[in-house]
């Protein structure tokens, strides 16, 4: 059963051309996050959704913006993707509480 | 954010052995510790926590340690097998909210 879903699962922007991300879940879980991970790297938090409070972190680029419309969905926004933005985007999940995070499958991002 | 490393970047085990994955942390306020496994192509996958008022946590086939005098956790792995192939993050709070990972470690498994 697919709890933490990412659309797409691949995705090809051009450089400077604006691309959305989506997450969504099934798990009614009240935080949401973004991560950016690199090639052999560990994912790097961006930010996060507690409820409908955003939290950046403070080392994310502005290039980065989200969105979280309801419970279910969020979306990471990348305004003018350059090629150092090429890279596996992250969204996870938690009940707020316990400190589990569940993960999705991923969305890999190539800045042409 | 706080800082996470690993000091083993990739451990080749042969099948049926122990596994040991090494984790330093430098927040010592963190107080929620978590191991993850990463497969290729795939999100992180939990695999066992801690919380900072326990020095061990059992599961099947794992055991996490944790020692907060030198600030250092780490995942043992029994009976190593072909499908443990993977690399291993360990991932931290103080906040409950934000978590922070390590650089990571890869595990082969040789048959």
């Known amino acids: 059963d697919a709890m933490v879903i990412q659309n797409p699962r691949y995705q090809v922007t051009q450089f400077g051309k604006p691309v959305t991300l989506s997450c969504s879940q099934t798990l009614n879980h009240n935080v949401m996050y973004w991560y950016q991970q690199k090639s052999s790297q560990a994912p790097k938090l961006l930010f996060h959704y507690y409820d409908k409070d955003f939290n950046n972190e403070a080392d994310t680029p502005d290039n980065f913006q989200s969105r979280r419309p309801n419970t279910s969905f969020c979306f990471l926004d990348i305004r003018s993707p350059g090629l150092g933005d090429a890279a596996m985007y992250l969204c996870?999940?938690?009940?707020?509480?316990?400190?589990?995070?569940?993960f999705g499958p991923g969305t890999r991002l190539t800045v042409t | 954010g706080e800082s996470v490393g690993l000091h083993l970047p990739t451990l080749s085990v042969q099948e049926g052995d122990n596994s040991i994955i090494n984790c330093a942390y430098s927040n010592s306020a963190s107080d929620y510790f978590i191991w993850y496994k990463q497969e290729s192509g795939k999100g992180p996958q939990f695999i066992i926590d801690i919380r900072s008022n326990m020095d061990k946590r059992q599961g099947q086939r794992v055991t996490v340690l944790l020692n907060k005098t030198v600030k250092h956790l780490s995942l043992q792995i029994a009976a190593t097998q072909p499908g443990d192939s993977a690399v291993y993050f360990c991932a931290e709070t103080s906040d409950f909210n934000k978590f922070y990972f390590g650089s990571g470690t890869k595990l082969n498994v040789k048959p």
């Open positions: 996870a999940t938690r009940t707020g509480r316990i400190g589990e995070q569940y």
